[in-house]
């Protein structure tokens, strides 16, 4: 079952500007990670922030975790093409039945030239 | 170090045929992990191999399974196929156990089409 949640579901910029994710999630979490998915391609992860821990850095990356409100963004700044692709949240557990990952459905960033 | 490789890359089978996909991960992770990719479903969670004991298993039918071996290579089986399954499938791998803080790193997945 899906935990996670994206918004928006598509995203579209000019080279250079900001992006923002967010991701909603619905149960306590370990920790919650973002990947990024090039068309037909595997997940390749960008970022991992801990369940303690409120923002993360990683180059043009910036995440912030908010657990109070089950929330979490993604920002990317300064796009560029090449960061056009499908961007996943994910949610490590435990859960009742045991541990996983959870993915949420996605939001497809489209940078424009 | 090389990186998670998933073979095959294509597969075409016919409905009722099964079929067995191929999982090598990244020396010395010992977590391997399985999911079905669907643009209906998003990315739907299988199951998760440790040391090779199944730790825990998604919500699929029992025709999905799966094994690993000692040297941490994981095969995943789906037996009586349904158009249904056709699908991205993708592991991944990782140095500990599935959520306890430790990056998953994905192979670039078996496209698998049922006719």
């Known amino acids: 079952s899906q935990q996670g949640e994206e918004d928006p579901q598509a995203l579209s910029i000019q080279e250079g500007e900001n992006a923002t994710m967010n991701c909603s999630y619905k149960t306590s979490i370990n920790n919650l990670q973002w990947y990024r998915q090039n068309s037909g391609r595997g997940l390749v992860h960008l970022i991992l922030?801990?369940?303690?821990?409120r923002e993360k850095h990683s180059g043009r990356l910036r995440v912030t975790l908010d657990t109070s409100k089950k929330s979490s963004s993604l920002l990317i700044t300064a796009s560029r093409a090449a960061d056009t692709a499908s961007y996943f949240c994910?949610?490590?557990?435990?859960?009742?039945?045991?541990?996983?990952?959870?993915f949420g459905a996605g939001t497809r960033l489209t940078v424009k030239p | 170090k090389a990186g998670v490789t998933q073979t095959p890359r294509y597969l075409i089978k016919t409905r009722g045929q099964q079929v067995t996909l191929s999982c090598s991960p990244i020396s010395g992770h010992r977590s391997v992990s399985w999911y079905q990719q669907t643009p209906g479903q998003g990315l739907q969670f299988l199951f998760e191999?440790?040391?090779?004991?199944?730790?825990n298993k998604g919500n699929f039918p029992g025709r999905f399974s799966g094994r690993q071996f000692s040297n941490s290579r994981s095969e995943m089986n789906v037996s009586t196929l349904e158009l249904g399954d056709s699908a991205l499938y993708l592991c991944a791998s990782s140095f500990r156990v599935l959520s306890y803080n430790s990056p998953l790193h994905f192979g670039n997945g078996t496209r698998l089409t049922v006719t």
């Open positions: 922030i801990r369940s303690n821990e």
């Open positions: 994910a949610t490590g557990g435990p859960w009742a039945r045991g541990n996983d990952m959870r």
């Open positions: 191999y440790f040391s090779e004991t199944q730790r």
